[in-house]
């Protein structure tokens, strides 16, 4: 999409000079929080063609607030009722490495801001798709502007990445992206359901966010939410409906990049070795996956035990 830039510096000056923690004379100054919003539109409109009129709109009395250190909610928050955007102190005080990486932060709150309605963002209207949402948050923010080493979503983003990837394999109506960006959680949920992914599993994902937020580390929780989308998964390739080589082979690009904790005393590192056996199983009988009529499901099942 081609971004008229002296348009976008215009409206944002003009949206400036009516809130008060803006000042409109920053916004060729790099590092400021003008500067940022500024790149940020613009490379929203680049790459996802995105409406920015409801941002605009919620710009002008947007606040943001400091995050106590003792809050629950992680390192960045969005209030869509107050249109209010809160950092963690401990962002703000403590990342002289960038390890949080303060413009990935920011990223997020300009997204929350963007895709807001009513009392969600995203499509944080199903409550089931929580944790995803923001999953989903961070992915989209690290594309703009990079990842950080520090964040709370780093399982639930490997989650979201093999649910895509699962969504791509069964030719779904919607992604994770465009559902974010259209506020479509239902239609997400009624998609991940109709291609196995439970409420079940979707409630565990909010579970172990919920957890780590609250400080508590349960591998095993994750383990075992792992290996349930793995098995859908090889079930799916198993039953033929999913049928795309290049599909198989991205979600076992994503089962070898799974290397956030050490999980070889949970299980999921024996079961993640198991799909990938299994997964080559196919490929290797298979050259084209769209013309598989006779290997047999069983096999698959039991490799990927």
Excluded: W
């Excluded at 196919?282 to 598989?292: E, F, G, T, Y």
């Amino acid at each position: 999409m081609r971004v008229d830039f002296n348009d976008v510096k215009q409206k944002l000056i003009e949206i400036f000079r009516k809130n008060p923690i803006f000042n409109e004379i920053n916004i060729d100054k790099e590092g400021t929080v003008e500067y940022k919003t500024f790149n940020f539109v613009l490379k929203l409109q680049k790459f996802f063609n995105f409406d920015m009129d409801n941002f605009y709109q919620r710009i002008e009395t947007l606040k943001l607030e400091p995050l106590s250190i003792y809050s629950n909610n992680g390192f960045v928050s969005y209030d869509a009722k107050e249109n209010t955007g809160k950092i963690s102190l401990q962002v703000l005080k403590n990342d002289d490495e960038n390890k949080y990486n303060i413009d990935n932060i920011f990223a997020q709150i300009m997204l929350m801001t963007s895709t807001a309605r009513d009392n969600y963002y995203g499509f944080g209207n199903v409550r089931q798709l929580d944790a995803l949402n923001k999953a989903c948050t961070y992915l989209i923010a690290s594309n703009l502007v990079g990842s950080s080493e520090k964040n709370y979503a780093e399982e639930e983003l490997m989650i979201l990445n093999n649910l895509d990837v699962t969504l791509t394999g069964v030719k779904s109506k919607i992604d994770f992206v465009t559902a974010y960006l259209s506020n479509n959680g239902q239609l997400l949920k009624e998609e991940l359901n109709k291609c196995g992914i439970n409420d079940e599993i979707l409630n565990d994902i909010n579970y172990l966010y919920e957890a780590k937020l609250n400080g508590l580390n349960i591998p095993d929780r994750y383990a075992s939410i792992s290996n349930k989308i793995n098995r859908n998964f090889a079930m799916l390739v198993s039953n033929r409906v999913i049928s795309d080589i290049n599909v198989v082979n991205k979600y076992k690009s994503h089962l070898l990049n799974d290397k956030v904790l050490d999980y070889s005393t949970v299980g999921v590192d024996k079961v993640r070795t198991g799909m990938l056996q299994a997964l080559d199983y196919v490929a290797k009988k298979n050259n084209n996956i769209v013309n598989i009529n006779d290997y047999n499901k069983q096999n698959v099942m039991q490799k990927a035990a």
